[in-house]
């Protein structure tokens, strides 16, 4: 298992180094979220290669871990593309703080260690050589399988909106931002928690439970939501603080009436 780890470990080492560079070179470090998206594709694979587990078990595993991947890692890669070359807001801020390149070098590798940190989970179930699938391994991948359909639908909801003549300064209320103000960060975590579901009876199974929650920390106390809600404060000003006052920030729930 150990000789797994670390084989992922360096191919995400190099693969964040090259993104780095190519980042420093273009001047837009927003690159980084694409490799992180793309990171459990390319690892889950490695693990469902070296590992002795029951085929079926790492086939599933490693496709769902890749299909989840995929989607939000292209999705962050066009957005990121659309944008290109103004950089997103959070890595300006990190630019004045670290005018170093080498800082960000060593940003990348950390976040290249969260990244196998994250892919964990997958690398359990490739070792995991137990037969048939439990019920609560079932209830927890379907979780995870949900979670990706309702942040793919959040996704597009969102950029329908955007697409549309006048949106611009606007706020999207329909749909699942009717009852989330962040429905895609609520089905990220959402998909974690199902992964930590389905691996929790894997030995060593229940340390992925630092899964969820270093994705809720990142969501709702670092990068997510805070960062998301000052930019949008800024934007889109007194509308955005209705939004507030109606709207769940997280988890989606019936809207309140506005504060007067």
């Known amino acids: 298992m150990m000789l797994s780890f670390l084989a992922a470990w360096g191919l995400a080492a190099v693969a964040f ?5 190519v980042s420093m070179k273009i001047r837009n470090y927003g690159f980084l979220d694409v490799i992180w998206s793309y990171a459990v594709a390319l690892i889950a694979p490695i693990y469902a290669l070296l590992g002795p587990g029951d085929f ?3 086939l599933l595993y490693c496709g769902l871990g890749t299909l989840w991947s995929l989607r939000l890692g292209s999705y962050i890669f066009l957005r990121v593309l659309r944008h290109h070359p103004k950089e997103d807001i959070r890595y300006e801020t990190l630019r004045q703080r670290w005018p170093s390149p080498g800082m960000f070098l060593a940003f990348f590798q950390l976040q290249a260690l969260i990244a196998v940190i994250f892919s964990g989970p997958f690398l359990l179930a490739s070792w995991n050589t137990a037969g048939p699938f439990t019920l609560v391994e079932f209830a927890g991948l379907a979780v995870a399988v949900i979670s990706i359909g309702g942040e793919s639908l959040a996704d597009r909801q969102m950029a329908r909106f955007k697409s549309e003549p006048g949106s611009h300064g606007k706020v999207c209320e329909s749909g699942l931002w009717r009852y989330s103000r962040h429905p895609n960060y609520f089905f990220e975590f959402l998909f974690w928690v199902g992964i930590f579901v389905a ?6 199974g229940w340390i992925t439970i630092i899964c969820p929650l270093l994705m809720y920390h990142f969501l709702t106390k670092v990068t997510g939501i805070p960062l ?3 930019y949008a404060l800024k934007s889109k000003g007194g509308e955005y603080q209705r939004y507030q006052q109606t709207t769940s920030a997280f988890v989606p729930w019936f809207r309140r009436n506005p504060q007067t």
């Open 199 to 204: 691996s929790v009876n894997t030995p060593w």
């Open 228 to 230: 998301t809600e000052e």
């Open 17 to 21: 180094a090259l993104v780095w560079a």
């Open 56 to 58: 079926t078990r790492k």
